[in-house]
Nanobody, 120 residues
């Protein structure tokens, strides 16, 4: 199983970016999916999370600016980031709780990270 994230980049304050993360490989089902971020010198933190049923939760710092969504048919999770601030600068990682076939065990998988830089 692999998670491939994309969509990071450099943007000025107030700008927008959309991150995507697609899961591939031997997958029976995908449960919750989410985005985390890690700024330089800081711990990794939850940005947003979405369940299979569509329930969402967000970090307080991004509420009203970021929107998480998923396309179950494409095994993909998105993060639309608007009104970006310099403090949003970080490496963003996607995460998915995936149940694999045969054993039906569930594991946490992580993408490789994509850099988001917000600066004037």
């Amino acid at each position: 199983v692999q998670l491939q994230a994309s969509g990071g980049g450099f943007v000025q304050p107030g700008g927008s970016l959309r991150l995507s993360c697609v899961a591939s490989g031997s997958i029976f089902s995908i449960n919750a999916m989410g985005w985390y971020r890690q700024a330089q010198g800081k711990q990794r933190e939850l940005v947003a999370r979405i369940t299979t049923g569509g329930s969402r939760n967000y970090a307080d710092s991004v509420k009203g600016r970021f929107t998480i969504s998923r396309d179950n048919a494409k095994n993909t999770v998105y993060l639309q980031m608007n009104s970006l601030k310099p403090e949003d600068t970080a490496v963003y990682y996607c995460n998915a709780e995936i149940t694999i076939p045969i054993t039906y065990l569930t594991y946490d998988y992580w993408g490789q990270g994509t850099q988001v830089t917000v600066s004037s």
